[in-house]
């Protein structure tokens, strides 16, 4: 299989990451539930991780990485601490709806500073118009899960400051591939998960908190148990219940396997296959992509749509050929609006530092043989 659809999951994982798992299943039991072996084994894993987010994205301690099982975990715990029922939003025009779902639960006053694709003038401008009438929170993507549209956060965390609006970062697609630093940006949360561009497993993720949080569920913490109410302190009071050893293990692997080959490597390697599968997309009669003129501003995912022909239909051909994609509007269909795809969504292709220009070319000749029929 030629696995191209790392925007959802990254599917190959490093042989670090297996055998970090595989070991805290062996050696690791609760962690804060006991002073034996296991217990102990399991404290210290937790340390290490917690402080190896920190100093790979700028939190300020430890204690402000919270382990949680997706990035809509941690957006969910983010907006619902700052954003009252009724209360007003900013939103980019390329959010997930992991972002404007909890948002619209809480029956918020949605502004979403709409702009076109790859125009990040245009993008900041939507921002700081939205900003001025004020707002409980803003919530902006780092990168956009269906186009690969790298959103100019800095400048935009600039205008939240500015104006006095909390900003929570949603690093969903650019964890582990582009820098990101939480002091830098003054964000108040910045969420991830592990299993994307961290090569963790599925049911991981981090929220780094800079801002006041309130708990999104409640019970055992292992710490202050006297207590009927969760604790004041991080990360004890954003994590209750048992934490998954074998998910942070494998996390914590990720992390490492990203820290050496480097975001900005990852970065560069992805940036080449996606221009190599637009290039060769070009060439197709009846195709149009998605993509920025210039690529180095580019994530390593890429849309497309192909004439006469429903994304759907598109993607489950090419599953015939041994090449997994994506279809349809990819949980986000405020993206599409903005880009002007909702009524039928795009095809997606996304690569991970694992693919080789021997996939891409192998996707290509999938595609001429699908178009030719």
Same mark, same amino acid.
């Given at each position: 299989?030629? /696995?191209?659809?790392?925007?959802?999951?990254?599917?190959?994982?490093?042989?670090?990451?297996?055998?970090?798992?595989?070991?805290?299943?062996?050696?690791?039991?609760?962690?804060? @539930?006991?002073?034996? #072996?296991?217990? +102990?084994? #399991?404290?210290?894993?937790?340390? +290490?991780?917690?402080?190896?987010?920190?100093?790979?994205?700028?939190?300020?301690?430890?204690?402000?990485?919270?382990?949680?099982?997706?990035? !809509?975990?941690?957006?969910?715990?983010? *907006?619902?601490?700052?954003?009252? &029922?009724?209360?007003?939003?900013?939103?980019?025009?390329?959010?997930?709806? &992991?972002?404007?779902?909890?948002?619209?639960?809480?029956?918020?006053? *949605?502004?979403?500073?709409?702009?076109?694709?790859?125009? !990040?003038?245009?993008?900041?401008?939507?921002?700081?118009?939205?900003?001025?009438?004020?707002?409980?929170?803003?919530?902006?993507?780092?990168?956009?899960?269906?186009?690969?549209?790298?959103?100019?956060?800095?400048?935009?965390?600039?205008?939240?400051?500015?104006?006095?609006?909390?900003?929570?970062?949603?690093?969903?697609? %650019?964890?582990?591939?582009?820098?990101?630093?939480?002091? =830098?940006?003054?964000?108040?949360?910045?969420?991830?998960?592990?299993?994307?561009?961290? /090569?963790?497993?599925?049911?991981?993720?981090?929220?780094?908190?800079?801002?006041?949080?309130?708990?999104?569920?409640?019970?055992?913490?292992? =710490?202050?148990?006297?207590?009927?109410?969760?604790?004041?302190?991080?990360?004890?009071?954003? $994590?209750?219940? %048992?934490?998954?050893?074998?998910?942070?293990?494998?996390?914590?692997?990720?992390?490492?396997?990203?820290?050496?080959?480097?975001? $900005?490597?990852?970065?560069?390697?992805?940036? @080449?296959?996606?221009?190599?599968?637009?290039?060769?997309?070009? @060439?197709?009669?009846?195709? %149009?992509?998605? &993509?920025?003129?210039?690529?180095?501003?580019?994530?390593?995912?890429? =849309?497309?749509?192909? $004439?006469?022909?429903?994304?759907?239909?598109?993607?489950?051909?090419?599953?015939?050929?041994?090449?997994?994609?994506?279809?349809?509007?990819?949980? &986000?269909?405020?993206?599409?609006?903005?880009?002007? !795809?909702?009524?039928?969504?795009?095809?997606?292709?996304?690569?991970? #530092?694992?693919? %080789?220009?021997?996939?891409?070319?192998?996707?290509?000749?999938?595609?001429?043989?699908?178009?030719?029929?």
């Amino acid at each position: 299989m030629i /696995y191209l659809d790392s925007a959802a999951t990254t599917f190959q994982k490093p042989q670090a990451v297996r055998a970090a798992m595989l070991r805290a299943m062996q050696t690791m039991s609760s962690p804060g @539930r006991g002073g034996y #072996a296991s217990a +102990r084994a #399991a404290e210290e894993l937790l340390f +290490r991780a917690r402080s190896l987010a920190a100093e790979t994205f700028g939190a300020p301690s430890p204690e402000q990485v919270v382990f949680t099982t997706s990035a !809509t975990h941690g957006l969910n715990i983010a *907006i619902k601490s700052l954003v009252p &029922a009724g209360g007003r939003a900013v939103v980019s025009g390329w959010e997930h709806n &992991a972002v404007t779902r909890p948002l619209r639960a809480l029956e918020a006053d *949605i502004a979403v500073a709409r702009s076109p694709l790859f125009d !990040t003038e245009a993008c900041v401008a939507a921002f700081r118009r939205a900003l001025k009438r004020g707002a409980d929170a803003a919530v902006c993507t780092t990168a956009s899960n269906v186009f690969g549209y790298i959103l100019p956060i800095g400048e935009i965390a600039a205008l939240c400051r500015k104006a006095g609006v909390p900003l929570i970062v949603d690093a969903s697609q %650019t964890a582990g591939v582009l820098p990101l630093d939480m002091a =830098s940006l003054d964000a108040a949360f910045v969420a991830m998960p592990g299993h994307k561009g961290l /090569y963790g497993p599925q049911g991981t993720g981090l929220l780094l908190c800079g801002a006041e949080a309130k708990p999104l569920i409640e019970g055992g913490t292992g =710490s202050a148990s006297l207590s009927q109410e969760m604790p004041e302190f991080l990360p004890d009071r954003l $994590e209750a219940g %048992t934490h998954n050893m074998p998910g942070i293990a494998g996390l914590e692997a990720g992390m490492r396997f990203v820290r050496a080959k480097t975001p $900005e490597r990852i970065a560069r390697h992805e940036q @080449r296959l996606v221009c190599r599968a637009a290039n060769g997309l070009r @060439r197709f009669g009846g195709v %149009t992509v998605y &993509a920025a003129e210039d690529m180095s501003a580019h994530l390593g995912v890429l =849309s497309f749509t192909a $004439e006469g022909r429903e994304p759907e239909e598109v993607a489950e051909a090419l599953a015939s050929h041994g090449v997994a994609v994506r279809a349809g509007l990819h949980c &986000a269909p405020c993206a599409h609006k903005s880009a002007g !795809t909702l009524e039928q969504g795009t095809v997606r292709l996304s690569v991970s #530092a694992f693919n %080789t220009e021997a996939d891409i070319d192998g996707f290509l000749r999938a595609m001429r043989g699908i178009l030719s029929k």
